[in-house]
């Protein structure tokens, strides 16, 4: 669980979290250097629940992917079997991720998207109509060029086999922002790996700003084309 300046989320995103009752649940906070004390906040969580929450402190903001890459790797080094990754904004329901572990160890998928885009998923009443059909253009987007075949191409909440993100060299990956969760599913899907989805329904923070910026835009709409002319980025 990357954060920044999230202080008022994440308290309540790691109850939801220990409140699913699910074993051996570890939560790993990966903050990077937040000046509104977020990571302070994740210290207290790891100092009254010493056996759930852990804490990986970095010490600059590079990027949603760079912070996804730390925490994935950190969790299979440290002997995970899945890793789950999710947002602390509260955006992503806690409560659908035992549905989606049922899915990955129930088929052989070896990810399980939280999807907007299935039947019976759904995005914030909150989103106004441009909001909506840019997400589903970037969905069109994406498919139409890398030939996913899942309905929810850039979702960035994720159930993961351990296999899997060693199979496709999670560490190395090169590409950032939201446009990371593009190149996850791409290496999935060229090593022959099914790719499951869920449906979810995508809630609106309510706490704190988003991080989406004209940068991390332009370089999702990039990384299709690099992708599908060099392999890897």
């Known amino acids: 669980m990357p954060t920044y300046n999230e202080r008022e989320n994440l308290p309540v995103a790691v109850e939801r979290l220990t409140a699913l009752g699910i074993p051996d649940l ?31 402190h970095r010490t600059e903001k590079d990027g949603l992917g760079r912070a996804y890459i730390a925490g994935i790797t950190k969790a299979l080094d440290e002997g995970a079997d899945v890793v789950i990754q999710m947002d602390a904004d509260l955006s992503h329901p806690a409560e659908v991720i035992p549905d989606m572990l049922a899915k990955l160890t129930g088929t052989d998928a070896g990810v399980v998207l939280g999807s907007r885009y299935v039947p019976g998923g759904s995005v914030a009443s909150e989103w106004k109509w441009y909001r909506k059909a840019l997400s589903a253009w ?7 060029i890398l030939r996913l075949g899942v309905k929810d191409a850039t979702a960035g909440f994720k159930a993961w086999k351990a296999d899997t993100l060693r199979a496709i060299d999670v560490a190395s990956i090169k590409s950032n922002g939201y446009s990371f969760q593009v190149e996850m599913n791409y290496r999935t899907v060229k090593q022959g790996i099914q790719i499951a989805e869920v449906p979810i329904r995508f809630e609106e923070r309510t706490k704190g ?10 370089e999702s709409a990039a990384m299709p084309w690099k992708l599908l002319f060099g392999g890897k980025v």
Request: proline letters at 4%; glycine letters at 6%.
């Open 26 to 56: 570890h939560v790993l906070v990966v903050d990077d250097n937040s000046p509104d004390g977020t990571g302070e906040v994740a210290d207290k969580l790891a100092v009254d629940l010493p056996n759930v929450v852990g804490v990986l």
């Open 138 to 144: 970037a969905n069109f987007y994406v498919n139409m």
């Open 209 to 218: 700003a988003s991080k989406m910026s004209l940068k991390v835009q332009l």
